[in-house]
Each structure stands twice: as C-alpha cells, then as structure tokens.
C-alpha cells in the first residue's frame, strides 16, 4: 500500500538535495518516513472503520431493536407461571353435589437432582407409597430430561408427606381431580373428564364442557435461584374458573330409580333397562338410569360400551307402548271416540302377507278396551282406516323420529320413515310399535306431552328457572280421552294392573315387543323381548311422566305388564311423596285410613 | 445566576425524595406481595379443606348408605299403607 505514488505531485515535502550520498540517505529517510505515515492513516481509518460498526452496532441493539436484549435479561429471571382454576360443579336440583372438583396434588421430579441425593429414596418411594425399586427404575432412565411425574393426583395429606422430607428436586404442583359423590346413581347422566384433565368426555361433563370449563390463568413472575417466586410481574391472562351447573335431576328421585331399576334387572336376568322420569309441567328430566352402569370415580375395570347412556342413545321398537300415540290420531280424526267399537274376532287379521294375533280373541270391544287389553288386530284394524299421513303427523308431533333437543351427546333421533313408503302391512305395524323406533326419553316426552293436556315442552337436563312454554301438538279434549283410556289399562282388568298406586290413579300403557335380530323375530324358543312401561301420575292432574325398558328379560315372565310396570309403580309412589303430590284418589282409599279434619271457626 | 442555582436545589432535593419513594414503593410491594402469597396459601389451603369436607359428607350421606343404616341398624321399615293415615281438611 506504500510507495511513492500516495504522495501527491507538486507538493514540497523536503529541502532538494545538495550531494549524492545525502540524496542517498535522505531518499531512505523520505521513504520511511512516508510508510510511517501512510500506516498511521490506515491504522487510523481501520479504527474509524470499526468504531463506525460498533456505533451502528450499539444505535441498532439500544434504539432499533430494543426488545431483544430485554427479553434475553428478562429470560434470565422471569418465569411464566400457570394458575389453575376451579371446573364448575354440577348440583341437583336441590342443591346436592353431583360432581365436584377437589384439589389434589401431584408430585414430579427433576431426576438428576433427585439421584444426587440418592439415599433419600428410599425414604420418598415410601411417602409415595410406591416400590423403591420402581422409582429408582424410573428415575434412571429418565435422566434426560428436567420434568417427570412420580404420582399424579395425590390426596393433599399424603403430598404433605413428600413434601415434608424435603428431597432435592421433588416438587408438588396443585391439580384438580373430578369427584362424583353418588357414583354408580349418577354415572350414565353425567358422564365424565378426561383423566388428568378438565375436559368432559361423556354425558354432561361433555354437554355443558364450555360452561363448566375453566380457563387457566398465566402470569409472568420473577423467581430467585431456587426457584420460588419473588414478585408478579404481569397477569397475562387471570384464571377463570368454570360456572356451575344446576342440573335437572332431583338425586333422591333418581336413587329411588336406580334402585328399582337394578333390582328388577337383576330379578328378571334382563341384558339391560333403562328408566327415565320427567317433570310434565316444565319438561324437566328429574331421574334417568340405565343398568348395567358404572361407577365414574373407578372406570378402569369397565369396558367403554357401557359408558352408553342407553336412555338417550339406544333405539328399539316400542311395541304396544306407542298404541296411545297412535290412537290420538284416529281420536283426533273424529272418525273414532272412546266407545267406538272395533271388531276383533276372531283374534288374527292378515294384513298382506303377514299375519297380525292377539293373545286371546277379545271379540267385539270399544276402542277403550282395544288399548286396556292392548289388541294388535284392533289397532291394525283401526289404523287402516285411517290416513296414513294423519298418523305419521301424530306420531311426529308426539317428537318421534326427531331429537328431544335435551342436548345429551349422542342423542338418537329414533327412526320413523315417511309414510309415502308406507304399505298396508308397515302401516299396521307402526300402529302397535314395530316398524318404527324410539329411544326411552323419546317415548317419555311422548308421554309427558299426553300428560300436559297435549302441550309438548321441550326436554331439559337443566332445571328450569321459569315456566317453561310448550306447544300444543294435539287437541287438549283428546288428550284428557286418551288419559281415560290409559287408566283403564292400569285398571283391575287392564294389562298394566300392576302399576296401580295406593291413593294416586295413574294412567299408562304396557308395552312387550319382540326384539328384531339378524334373523327376523326369532323362533318361538329363541323369541327375545322389549319390556316396556309409559304413564303419567296423578292421572287427574299429571305431574310426572315415567318410562320403564327392560331389554331382554330372561325369565319366565316377560311381559311390559309383569315386569316393567312394578318398577314404574316403586319409583312413582316414592317420587309423589318425595315430591309431595296430593293424593287424587281418596275414594280408593279404605276408609280406615282417612282421617278428615274441619277447621275451627 | 441565583435563581438558577435555587431551582437546581429544590430540583436535586425532589429528585432525593422521589428516590426515597421509589425505594419505599418498592419495599412495600414487596412486602405486600409476600404477604399476599401468604393469604394465597392460605386460602388454598381452606378451599382444599372444604373441598374434603363437602367429598366426605356426600360419602357418608349417600342415599344408599342412608338406606342401608336405616334399614339394617335402627331397623326402620316403610309403612304398610294401612299403617298411613291421610289427613283430609
């Protein structure tokens, strides 16, 4: 970079030179001093070069890009810490605890502090209550990594334990676990969380998961060395615990349900049974079981296919059970009443080619008795006559073949094909339950519809705050004639007898329908039933609608009227007086046991 | 010039006071905080308790459990309806 063309022509830089040894020597002299120089200037410029850089260097990291270097700090102290929250509780209408989130605790560990101090394991695998082999096991062959769960969900107390032996690097983080006190009473309805999370999986907890799930909360917090936080910087986001659910359910109600229930199923050697209970003034659900259940709070024995809340999922064909249904459309056309007589003998009727029996040939009978001795041929014969769209929109403003809009996942809407593919032999079928499906909670609002004077509610697992409006499905003079008819069916005649209440008249239909299998009915030896039971009480001014299914019963007696109307008239009897219902039929009442009282002037 | 170096005064014996402040808003902060997460614990810790409380009464007061007390220790039976007597007014 040297040399003498940096030097600029003209300038006098040196005196001339006198002889030709100084011109020598001063020529040397000229040069060094020239390299001398011209490296000053670049050492110099170099310099400027690189205190520019670190000007533009520092103006970029302080003013350009401030965050940066912050953070980097802030990173160095500061923790992001999540605050749980609380999940909402689910109550009984009465305020009862059905579902409840308590606090536990779960320890985890960091591995390589923990082995440090290896002979504390001992010690903790006991606080643990687990093998100490296992941990050590457990520990070692996690030593990659900075956080491993020891034991999840742990009672608080015995957290307390662990943490009072005070072992390097085995730290407590609070959790909640889900709790349901009524266990098994409760399990189909509602359902369940994931483990270890707050997320509903089944039944409620999944129906309502946006309004009963929390929200965790994230702050910023500044920690010292060890750990444990100094001071809060920022709320990011506060922790939002999930609201409460009121449900409709009364427990006693359903305990009562549950009981009658599983007893019957178990006296029967039934394969299932499902039972559901409904407020008629509000559409409110008060009870709904099924057998075989399951306890929530213990769930690993228990395979998935019984998580099913069969009340709402499960499909089936009524079988005489939907015969009131189906006479409101024959009433409703004024073609029929109560008296009309319907011919019967002589107990058969073939409708193309199938063959359609009674139990026993019932002769000529008004339509009341059709329904009271549940008669296939008179119904058939009398849905004949009739439009066949007429009964499919009965059937429909009853809410068969739609959902109940309870909003229980997977609610089945049941199947009720239309009627434009309706021939004469479907047609007398649907009239007394086949070729048609429903679920249990369809066939309860059918009835608690009945119940309301024709008015149809909406079905709700929420109870209701105020009076809830209905729609008027059918004409209210029908419907107190076909809650006439049903009475009869729980008369001493009737098929249903024994779902007669001491002091309550009830009105109901039996129902025992044979099970469709992969191929057809069955045989006689093999034939498998649907025992079933639908009513309302007090039939003088209905408060509860009830359904009583009882899948596959083993034993001798199968019939709706045998097996599944004693259950209805248990639950009953126990929810009118839980319920304090007045009784409506004191002229059936021995007199002995009345007691009458006047008031004083 | 007097002026000048009056208000330069007042300024540094202010900028001393906000100091000062700074320093007692910090320490009480802090102060609050640790005592703030003391009241944290312990209302977790009641919560926690309340949460049990509520478990264990639900558990013993189970319908099923009741019923069976009921009916295998006080030996309680439910009325014969002709046992009843239904007041009429």
């Given at each position: 970079m040297s040399g003498p063309g940096m030097i600029k022509p003209g300038m006098t830089l040196f005196k001339p030179m006198k002889s030709a040894a100084r011109l020598a020597s001063r020529t040397e002299e000229r040069s060094a001093a020239d390299q001398f120089r011209s490296r000053l200037r670049v050492v110099l410029g170099t310099m400027l070069v690189l205190c520019i850089c670190l000007i533009v260097r520092a103006v970029d990291l302080q003013?350009?890009?401030?965050?940066f270097l912050e953070q980097q700090g802030d990173a160095r102290y500061t923790r992001i810490a999540k605050l749980s929250a609380n999940r909402g509780g689910v109550y009984d209408r009465n305020g009862e605890t059905l579902a409840a989130s308590v606090p536990v605790d779960t320890v985890w560990a960091n591995p390589r502090e923990v082995l440090r101090s290896s002979e504390q394991i001992p010690r903790l695998a006991a606080a643990l209550h687990r093998d100490r082999r296992w941990l050590t096991q457990l520990l070692t062959s996690n030593l990659d990594r900075d956080f491993l769960y020891l034991v999840r969900h742990m009672s608080p107390s015995d957290a307390a334990q662990v943490a009072a032996l005070q072992v390097p690097g085995v730290y407590l983080m609070r959790e909640y676990q889900r709790f349901y006190p009524a266990g098994e009473v409760t399990g189909h309805l509602l359902g369940f969380t994931k483990k270890y999370e707050d997320v509903g999986q089944e039944g409620l907890e999944l129906a309502y998961d946006g309004w009963l799930g929390a929200q965790r909360g994230l702050k910023r917090v500044i920690q010292d060395r060890l750990g444990r936080t100094v001071e809060d910087v920022e709320s990011i986001r506060a922790a939002e615990p999930g609201n409460d659910l009121i449900a409709s359910i009364d427990l006693r109600v359903q305990y009562l349900a549950y009981r009658e229930l599983k007893a019957a199923v178990q006296e029967h050697h039934a394969k299932a049974g499902s039972l559901v209970v409904l407020d008629i003034e509000t559409g409110e659900v008060l009870a709904m079981v099924n057998q075989p259940t399951y306890n929530p709070n213990d769930r690993e024995q228990v395979a998935p296919s019984r998580y099913r809340n069969r009340a709402v999922t499960d499909i089936f064909e009524p079988g005489s059970s939907i015969k009131p249904f189906v006479a409101a459309a024959a009433l409703a056309s004024g073609r029929y009443h109560p008296d009309t007589i319907i011919d019967t003998s002589p107990g058969m009727i073939q409708v193309g080619l199938k063959p359609i029996t009674d139990r026993h040939n019932l002769g000529r009978v008004s339509l009341t008795t059709v329904i009271a001795k549940s008669s296939n041929v008179g119904m058939s014969k009398m849905a004949l006559t009739l439009a066949p769209e007429a009964m499919w929109n009965s059937l429909h403003s009853f809410g068969f073949g739609a959902v109940s809009g309870s909003g229980f996942p997977g609610e089945s809407a049941g199947l009720l094909s239309d009627y434009a593919h309706w021939r004469k032999v479907e047609q007398a079928s649907v009239s007394y339950g086949y070729f048609l499906s429903v679920t249990p909670l369809q066939l309860a609002h059918a009835y608690a519809t009945l119940g309301a004077g024709g008015i149809a509610r909406p079905v709700t697992l929420r109870r209701a705050e105020q009076p809830v409006p209905g729609e008027q499905v059918i004409d209210p003079a029908v419907a107190r004639e076909l809650l006439a008819m049903m009475e009869s069916v729980v008369?001493?005649?009737?098929?249903?007898?024994?779902?007669a209440l001491a002091g309550y008249r009830v009105a109901g239909k039996t129902g025992t329908a044979q099970k469709f299998t992969g191929n057809g009915y069955g045989t006689d030896g093999a034939r498998k039933y649907v025992a079933t039971f639908g009513g309302v009480v007090p039939a003088s001014r209905p408060r509860l609608a009830a359904i009583v299914v009882i899948d596959e019963p083993g034993g001798q007696a199968y019939y709706g009227g045998d097996v599944a109307a004693p259950v209805f008239a248990n639950v009953m009897a126990g929810a009118l007086r839980l319920m304090g219902v007045p009784p409506d039929a004191l002229d059936r009442i021995p007199e002995a046991t009345l007691v009458r009282v006047s008031h004083e002037p | 010039m007097s002026s000048g170096r009056g208000a330069l005064s007042v300024l540094s014996a202010v900028l001393l006071v906000t100091a000062l402040a700074v320093v007692w808003s910090r320490h009480t902060t802090r102060s609050l905080f640790i005592e703030l997460q003391s009241l944290r614990r312990e209302r977790d810790a009641l919560d926690t308790e309340w949460q049990q409380l509520k478990i264990e009464q639900s558990a013993w007061a189970t319908h099923g459990r009741v019923e069976q007390t009921a009916r295998s220790v006080l030996k309680m039976v439910v009325p014969r309806p002709e046992e009843v007597r239904l007041i009429q007014e």
């Open positions: 003013l350009l890009d401030d965050g008369s001493q005649d009737g098929t249903g007898n024994r779902a | -």
